[in-house]
């Protein structure tokens, strides 16, 4: 069912717009479009397991596969470890979370003689006749069929998970493992755990490694149990093991000795149900990073009554109102392409996670969202497709980013947190990528900050103590502003304490964007001085500009962002570097080997807060366009790396916006599909898929400012709901004819705009303003592929160097 916003949202449009909506959409159940798989093999690392919009507990299967970040592997070669209560989903470092793993096991011959362990108890998967595995899963909803002939589902609310277990008839010892230890790279330490023997409660936690930072955190669960059917008197047998040995009747793991052993937990067997039909015992795991006893009263209060389809349809409830504030009328649409579409929405909904309550560090009553992983990551295209329909979620966010620079400094206050997971500081990869996203947020949002209770003054404050104050080590938070304040420019030479000096090219232009993105703050707030020094400080991008330097091979192509030292002259970095055509090829990942200053990118990288500039710099708009067409020719564009997201849109400011179209649909038809491997390489968090629902919406966002880049929708009307503003806009392609399967050619290209029926003037942005007041943008799309922007000096989209953002 979806709760539907479509009734209201649309009596303010056109009649005829209402009847088109409604015929098309209305019995359009938005989640039968969602596919969690996407993206859960081949390096994707989605999680495709049980969790509400946000969710702290995210429970899903494991699979014994390399590269399961996210725990589960589609490959259904693969065989099931357990299914544990928390994940992130599309991380690369190290396995993230994946604690506590329930177990099945239907017949073992004795208590004692239970594969416990892991490489014990690892199970294959029942396999389907066209040798997909029998696995399942929806919004809020997971199952699969083990061959021990184990049905498993799981559900979740926001810190507990709902397990379901039906055995087979056969059954006479239904029994589960609760491993508490064992988090994949087997880190843990200080493992507790107790059984009750009365009533089978588990109650346990350990310290486990963080997996893309140092040091260790604390997580706690708690595991009670239920039968459907029939009234458990609590377990029948039950015990501490260690590996594949079971104590029998032993209540704590202090009484069992283990040394070095690292994988600990209980075991419990419960009687089946008692006339020889299936026995269904339902687990409910609560999860805490503050104690165990949390875990508990976190289910207890979630979760009290172990009411599994209650639970389920509540976070089905929940996905469909979210996901149906976007509305795509998908007549002339192929279903995959709205698949893909919803797919993608899904997963901007994942993470971060609200942990809040969780924070093991401070008290507060501030929002607490952790699993940001990294801001690097999202902060292009996740929090701005959050701000067209989900603005109350990223005001919390927002809240819970300025409580953590409040608290985790030396003294009293400190920096916006960049990659945090598992209540953890993690690395930072480029600069300190808080700022444009609190920027995104203060730029859509100033006049309706205090009804999101986000307060101005500590929003600014934290970003100028980013911009002002270096950290003791900004590998972890903050930026090397002191170096920064110091050359304008990051020099490959300089050699301080507290980071790692590497990266240095990389860091200087995502600085100069996080300049830009407290520029455009300090102008709404009237702060004129600070607003001409951080505008200043934004285009220091140009610092790192070699005018001389070519391409092997490409003589046409000439300058490019380069590595530069302290005393002004430059370094040299083969432009080539981190690409396909890199003759050693380099590592551009964060690592203390990296010496050549580039991040996850080539030099032949972009300016997004002044493209204008940019353009000078390569000489005019032909080069320019030749050094695109260039870089996508020869396999240059990274489209698995989130500094190339903005390249298929860098057409519009050479007035050549046909040219992005195409493009960008060319990036979707050869990267994007619904497939299991449909994503080319790790979904980062939903930055990946919040940028494919762009692209598919026909739109490109420039974070921090007030315009989108406009392209056309892959429907012939997309509409957004904005809860804050109480308003729906809807963007309506007039003469639609569908979409080019390759991405090349077809009726496509933006020719003319109107906005409440009044000519707009220009074929290539919008205004947000068309999104606050809830607008009819109506597009005339054309085959010709040389459309320009628009007649007027306006016409193109904005840039610093030509007059900036207002
Ligand atoms: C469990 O063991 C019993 C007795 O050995 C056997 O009859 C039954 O088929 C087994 N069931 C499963 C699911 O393996
Ligand atoms: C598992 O088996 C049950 C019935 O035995 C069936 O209803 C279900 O569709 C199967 N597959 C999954 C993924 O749950
Ligand atoms: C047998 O068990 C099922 C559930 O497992 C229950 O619905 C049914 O009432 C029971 N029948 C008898 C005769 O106890
Ligand atoms: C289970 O126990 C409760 C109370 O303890 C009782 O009300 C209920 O009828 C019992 N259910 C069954 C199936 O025996
Ligand atoms: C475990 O406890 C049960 C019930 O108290 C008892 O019958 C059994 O002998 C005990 N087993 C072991 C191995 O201690
Ligand atoms: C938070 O408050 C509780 C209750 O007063 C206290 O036990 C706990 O230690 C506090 N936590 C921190 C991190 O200060
Ligand atoms: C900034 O100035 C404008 C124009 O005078 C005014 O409308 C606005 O309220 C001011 N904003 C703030 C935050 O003071
Ligand atoms: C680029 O080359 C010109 C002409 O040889 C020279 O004047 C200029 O100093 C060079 N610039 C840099 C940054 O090397
Ligand atoms: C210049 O670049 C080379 C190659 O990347 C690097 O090894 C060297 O350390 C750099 N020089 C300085 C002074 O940083
Ligand atoms: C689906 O996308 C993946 C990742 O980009 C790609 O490798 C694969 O070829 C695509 N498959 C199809 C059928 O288009
Ligand atoms: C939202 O707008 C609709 C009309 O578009 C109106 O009926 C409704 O009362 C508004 N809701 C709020 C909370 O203002
Ligand atoms: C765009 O469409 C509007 C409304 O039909 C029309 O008034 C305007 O002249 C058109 N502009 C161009 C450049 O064709």
């Known amino acids: 069912m979806i709760v539907s916003h479509l009734t209201f949202t649309l009596v303010a449009l056109h009649a005829s717009l209402v009847s088109a909506a409604t015929s098309s959409t209305g019995d359009f159940n938005i989640l039968s479009y969602v596919n969690p798989f996407i993206g859960t093999t081949n390096g994707g690392h989605v999680f495709p397991g049980a969790t509400l919009p946000h969710g702290m507990a995210k429970v899903g299967m494991d699979t014994n596969?390399?590269?399961?970040?996210?725990?589960?592997?589609?490959?259904?070669?693969?065989?099931?470890?357990?299914?544990?209560?928390?994940?992130?989903?599309?991380?690369?470092?190290?396995?993230?979370?994946?604690?506590?793993?329930?177990?099945?096991?239907?017949?073992?011959?004795?208590?004692?003689?239970?594969?416990?362990?892991?490489?014990?108890?690892?199970?294959?998967?029942?396999?389907?006749?066209?040798?997909?595995?029998?696995?399942?899963?929806?919004?809020?909803?997971?199952?699969?069929?083990?061959?021990?002939?184990?049905?498993?589902?799981?559900?979740?609310?926001?810190?507990?998970?709902?397990?379901?277990?039906?055995?087979?008839?056969?059954?006479?010892?239904?029994?589960?493992?609760?491993?508490?230890?064992?988090?994949?790279?087997?880190?843990?330490?200080?493992?507790?755990?107790?059984?009750?023997?009365?009533?089978?409660?588990?109650?346990?936690?350990?310290?486990?490694?963080?997996?893309?930072?140092?040091?260790?955190?604390?997580?706690?669960?708690?595991?009670?149990?239920?039968?459907?059917?029939?009234?458990?008197?609590?377990?029948?047998?039950?015990?501490?093991?260690?590996?594949?040995?079971?104590?029998?009747?032993?209540?704590?793991?202090?009484?069992?000795?283990?040394?070095?052993?690292?994988?600990?937990?209980?075991?419990?067997?419960?009687?089946?149900?008692?006339?020889?039909?299936?026995?269904?015992?339902?687990?409910?795991?609560?999860?805490?990073?503050?104690?165990?006893?949390?875990?508990?009263?976190?289910?207890?209060?979630?979760?009290?009554?172990?009411?599994?389809?209650?639970?389920?349809?509540?976070?089905?409830?929940?996905?469909?109102?979210?996901?149906?504030?976007?509305?795509?009328?998908?007549?002339?649409?192929?279903?995959?392409?709205?698949?893909?579409?919803?797919?993608?929405?899904?997963?901007?909904?994942?993470?971060?996670?609200?942990?809040?309550?969780?924070?093991?560090?401070?008290?507060?009553?501030?929002?607490?969202?952790?699993?940001?992983?990294?801001?690097?990551?999202?902060?292009?295209?996740?929090?701005?497709?959050?701000?067209?329909?989900?603005p109350e979620r990223f005001a919390d966010i927002v809240r819970g980013m300025i409580d953590i620079q409040k608290h985790e400094g030396k003294t009293d206050t400190g920096w916006l947190p960049e990659c945090r997971g598992a209540t953890k500081q993690q690395y930072i990869q480029g600069g300190s990528n808080g700022d444009p996203i609190l920027g995104e947020f203060y730029v859509k949002f100033s006049d309706y900050a205090s009804s999101l209770n986000v307060s101005p003054t500590d929003l600014y404050s934290a970003l100028l103590a980013d911009a002002e104050d270096q950290p003791p080590n900004w590998n972890l938070q903050g930026r090397q502003a002191n170096v920064w304040k110091k050359y304008n420019y990051i020099p490959q030479d300089v050699y301080e304490s507290g980071g790692m000096s590497t990266r240095q090219v990389s860091r200087t232009l995502e600085y100069a964007f996080g300049d830009f993105a407290i520029s455009q703050v300090s102008n709404l707030m009237n702060m004129s001085s600070d607003s001409s020094k951080y505008t200043a400080r934004a285009a220091n991008y140009a610092n790192v500009w070699n005018p001389n330097i070519t391409v092997p091979g490409m003589d046409g192509v000439r300058g490019m962002m380069q590595p530069r030292l302290i005393d002004g002259t430059f370094n040299f970095t083969d432009p080539r570097h981190c690409s396909i055509h890199d003759p050693e090829h380099a590592t551009c990942y964060l690592d203390a080997a990296n010496h050549d200053g580039f991040y996850e990118a080539s030099p032949l990288v972009y300016v997004p807060q002044d493209m204008a500039a940019l353009i000078e710099l390569q000489g005019g708009n032909d080069p320019f366009i030749s050094r695109l067409d260039y870089l996508f020719d020869q396999n240059y564009f990274d489209v698995g790396d989130e500094p190339s997201q903005q390249i298929p849109f860098m057409y519009h400011y050479a007035n050549r916006p046909g040219l992005s179209t195409q493009r960008s649909r060319q990036v979707i038809a050869q990267s994007f599909n619904t497939t299991v491997s449909g994503l080319p390489g790790n979904d980062d968090l939903g930055a990946m898929a919040s940028y494919a629902a762009f692209y598919l919406a026909g739109m490109y966002p420039l974070p921090a400012t007030q315009q989108l880049l406009l392209s056309s929708p892959y429907f012939p009307q997309i509409s957004f709901f904005n809860p804050t503003f109480n308003s729906t806009t809807t963007i309506l392609s007039k003469n639609f004819q569908g979409n080019p399967i390759t991405g090349t050619g077809g009726y496509v290209f933006v020719k003319n705009v109107t906005i409440n029926g009044q000519p707009w003037h220009s074929n290539c942005y919008i205004e947000w303003e068309a999104f606050k007041s809830g607008s009819l943008i109506e597009l005339e799309l054309t085959d010709d592929i040389t459309v320009g922007c628009g007649e007027t000096v306006d016409a193109l989209p904005p840039s610093l160097s030509t007059g900036g953002y207002d």
Not at 84 to 98: A, E, K, V
Not at 210 to 221: D, E, I, K, L, N
Not at 300 to 315: K, M, Y
Not at 373 to 379: G, R
């Open 65 to 390: 596969s390399p590269g399961n970040q996210a725990g589960y592997d589609a490959n259904a070669a693969y065989s099931v470890t357990g299914f544990s209560q928390m994940h992130d989903s599309g991380t690369g470092g190290g396995i993230p979370l994946s604690n506590f793993k329930l177990f099945p096991l239907a017949n073992c011959s004795s208590f004692e003689k239970c594969p416990t362990s892991i490489a014990g108890r690892q199970t294959p998967r029942k396999i389907n006749a066209d040798g997909t595995p029998d696995d399942f899963a929806s919004p809020g909803y997971f199952s699969t069929n083990v061959s021990t002939d184990i049905r498993v589902e799981l559900t979740a609310t926001r810190r507990t998970a709902l397990h379901r277990y039906t055995f087979p008839t056969s059954s006479a010892h239904p029994r589960i493992v609760v491993d508490i230890s064992d988090d994949v790279p087997l880190s843990s330490t200080d493992v507790e755990g107790d059984v009750d023997p009365n009533t089978g409660r588990v109650t346990g936690g350990a310290s486990f490694q963080v997996s893309f930072g140092p040091g260790y955190y604390r997580a706690y669960t708690c595991v009670d149990f239920q039968a459907e059917g029939y009234n458990l008197t609590g377990p029948s047998e039950y015990g501490i093991f260690t590996s594949d040995y079971q104590l029998r009747n032993t209540t704590s793991v202090d009484q069992v000795h283990y040394g070095s052993v690292d994988q600990i937990g209980a075991l419990l067997a419960f009687l089946p149900a008692d006339n020889n039909s299936v026995t269904t015992i339902l687990a409910r795991v609560g999860v805490s990073f503050i104690s165990s006893a949390q875990a508990c009263a976190n289910a207890e209060s979630e979760i009290p009554d172990f009411d599994f389809e209650g639970t389920r349809q509540a976070a089905s409830d929940e996905w469909s109102e979210l996901l149906g504030r976007v509305k795509v009328d998908q007549q002339g649409v192929e279903d995959e392409i709205v698949e893909l579409f919803y797919s993608s929405l899904y997963r901007t909904h994942i993470s971060p996670a609200d942990y809040t309550g969780e924070n093991p560090s401070w008290n507060s009553t501030e929002p607490y969202y952790d699993s940001l992983y990294c801001n690097w990551d999202t902060y292009r295209t996740l929090y701005p497709l959050m701000s067209l329909h989900d």
